[in-house]
């Protein structure tokens, strides 16, 4: 075997192994959520939903609004025209995946699962005009 040979089986293994990694970890379905709530510890009460308003004046104001009535950039969460769906596992899977265009980000690597859990509620619990 020449020294060209060799640096040619060197290089191609290289290869194939950066191509793995890259199929291993390029590969999972990021948009599938691996949380699955449990709304047994989670209820609907004065306090949760205090926490999920402070929670979305946190984080949620810039783009829908600090009194949900939307801006340009994002819809309004007190109306009854959704673009999803309104039941409570939707919502759930919303703010903690994204929306499926992406234009709306996931929060499940930020929040906890209770607190997004607790903005699910709160969001459910406004007043639709
Ligand atoms: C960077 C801007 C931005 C921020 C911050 C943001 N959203 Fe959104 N949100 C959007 C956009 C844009 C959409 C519409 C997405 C689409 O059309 O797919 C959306 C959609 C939604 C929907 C679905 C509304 C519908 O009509 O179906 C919910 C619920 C929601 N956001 C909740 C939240 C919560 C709760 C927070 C805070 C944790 C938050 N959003 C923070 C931009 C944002």
């Known amino acids: 075997m020449t020294s060209k040979t060799i640096v040619t089986i060197l290089f191609v293994a290289l290869l194939s192994l950066m191509m793995s990694i890259f ?7 990021r ?5 699955k709530p449990d709304w047994a510890l989670v209820t609907s009460d004065a306090d ?5 308003f402070e929670l979305y004046q946190k984080s949620c104001t810039k ?3 600090a ?13 009854d025209e959704w673009i999803y769906p309104t039941d409570r596992d939707s919502i759930f899977k ?3 995946d994204g929306t499926p265009n992406k234009t709306m980000r996931g929060w499940g690597t930020k929040l906890k699962t209770k607190d997004i859990q607790a903005l699910t509620l709160y969001i459910m619990s406004l007043k639709k005009n």
């Open 48 to 52: 949760t939903i205090q926490f999920g």
């Open 23 to 29: 199929v291993y970890f390029g590969n999972h379905n």
């Open 94 to 96: 919303i703010i903690s």
């Open 67 to 79: 009194n949900h009535e939307g801006t340009y950039s994002a819809p309004i969460l007190n109306d």
């Open 31 to 35: 948009d599938v959520s691996p949380i």
């Open 63 to 65: 783009c829908h609004g």
